[in-house]
């Protein structure tokens, strides 16, 4: 729901027609779009077909009662605001009805201002909650610039300019290979701006059906095509004073291209199937594993788009070139997954790490977090070892290219990059990092003054 009321709606359901009909035209003039069902069964099947953001239902029906238009409404949503309405006499019944879920209860004969007055208080409350959840989502979910995992240069490069960028409305384009985590740095820069109170909305345009990708992000009208049963907000309106992530965006067919064109430009969306623009306010994000500029010079992409994406551009190194990063993604992943699967796995031993630090990660991050999920959920010992690790990893010998990615890099800066790297995964026990890296002591003392760390 939204503080918006032309996009509230409610349903409204009373075998009696004429008190249905009253209680709509009571909400009407706050704008709020009311649909009646003049039966219970006709209020399930509504409620089935589609979302409402306040159901106001009679508890005694002819044919299914207020209760179970109640259970129907929570199993369609679990947020939606529900008030019954009652007689004097079944008073202890609207009580028990709001130990079910109900929000609130009316008793016949229906006032209009306390109609009015409850209705906006449940709207209010389920705003509240869902405002609520989204907080407690981002909390859990840990995102910000600490859910970027890397004491690699190139990764702490990458932070720096997130960091930088973050609390702009800039358009930013984020590249990488598949893998690489895009969302995740998409989902820190809207963590880390201004529009963090409001939603991040992503979408993959590489997997929407073309017949669909416009209805996806603009919007519909009922009857707009065949299947539109219903009026439906797109992700522009939905993200309205957020963030919408386009994930895939090269995947994008041209003819929509123009319309995301002329959105960014005036900050209107038209729902599929209506002339009616509806004023948008929406930071855009992008990402891609593809040439952009290649796809414009071969037609496939319009060049006018890509420069309104690409406001500024973030480019996500591959795993292969912070092999140094690898230690420490390890190190989390074997953390989170034996918290989620209850396995008593409390690390990695120096033969496993060294396997898994030389493999190229084609892959690249997503494909690390797959393997070590395997190995916690099958390990048989507080350390996973190399028979741990998934035979497809021990089959592919890293090939004579695998450094070819840091080509161009000192021996100097990747040494420094490994022993950060180990101190960090040791949590700064030099004895043990001098294990880690097969060195003595008194020569990883030497490089820590050689290199100031």
């Given at each position: 729901m939204t503080s918006d009321p032309r996009e509230t709606t409610v349903l409204v359901v009373d075998d009696d027609r004429n008190h249905a009909e009253s209680t709509a035209d009571c909400l009407s003039p706050l704008g709020y779009t009311c649909v009646i069902a003049e039966s219970g069964a006709e209020g399930i099947r509504l409620l089935q077909a589609?979302?409402?953001?306040?159901?106001?239902?009679?508890?005694?029906?002819?044919?299914?009662?207020?209760?179970?238009v109640l259970r129907a409404a929570l199993a369609a949503n679990p947020?939606?605001?529900?008030?019954?309405?009652?007689?004097?006499g079944t008073v202890e019944s609207a009580v028990e009805a709001m130990r079910l879920g109900a929000t609130d209860y009316l008793l016949k004969p229906v006032n209009i201002e306390d109609l009015r007055m409850k209705a906006t208080r449940a709207l209010e409350r389920q705003e509240l909650r869902l405002a609520n959840l989204d907080m407690r989502r981002r909390l859990e979910a840990k995102f910000g610039f600490q859910g970027i995992i890397g004491s690699s240069e190139p990764m702490q490069r990458l932070i720096r300019r997130v960091r930088q960028i973050a609390d702009t409305d800039v358009a930013v384009l984020i590249a990488g290979e598949s893998g690489t985590g895009k969302e995740l740095i998409a989902k820190s820069i809207h963590e880390n701006s201004r529009r963090r109170d409001n939603r991040f909305i992503p979408v993959n345009c590489g997997a929407i059906s073309q017949n669909l990708v416009e209805s996806e992000l603009f919007g519909h009208e009922k009857g707009a095509?065949?299947?539109?049963?219903?009026?439906?907000?797109?992700?522009?309106?939905?993200?309205?004073?957020?963030?919408?992530?386009l994930d895939e965006v090269g995947d994008m067919p041209l003819e929509t291209q123009v319309k995301l064109l002329r959105v960014l430009e005036d900050g209107e969306v038209y729902r599929v199937g209506s002339n009616q623009a509806i004023k948008v306010d929406v930071r855009i994000l992008s990402a891609t594993n593809q040439d952009l500029e290649e796809m414009i010079r071969q037609g496939k992409f319009r060049e006018d788009l890509f420069w309104r994406l690409r406001g500024i551009s973030v480019a996500i190194p591959p795993l292969r070139e912070r092999a140094g990063d690898v230690p420490l993604l390890i190190d989390a992943y074997v953390r989170e997954y034996a918290r989620v699967y209850g396995r008593p796995v409390q690390g990695i031993d120096r033969e496993a790490l060294t396997i898994?630090?030389?493999?190229?990660?084609?892959?690249?991050?997503?494909e690390l977090k797959n393997c070590i999920e395997e190995m916690v959920v099958v390990a048989d010992s507080p350390q996973l070892r190399p028979e741990h690790i998934p035979e497809r990893i021990h089959a592919r010998e890293a090939p004579a290219g695998a450094l070819a990615g840091v080509v161009g890099v000192s021996i100097r800066d990747m040494e420094r990059e490994l022993i950060q790297s180990a101190l960090t995964y040791v949590k700064g026990n030099r004895q043990e990092a001098a294990k880690l890296l097969g060195i003595g002591e008194r020569t990883l003392y030497r490089k820590l003054r050689r290199y100031g760390i």
């Open positions: 589609k979302e409402y953001d306040l159901v106001i239902t009679d508890l005694v029906m002819a044919d299914r009662d207020g209760f179970e947020f939606v605001a529900v008030i019954v309405v009652t007689g004097h095509f065949t299947g539109a049963t219903y009026a439906r907000k797109g992700r522009f309106e939905y993200a309205n004073h957020g963030t919408l992530f898994l630090t030389r493999y190229p990660w084609p892959g690249n991050v997503r």
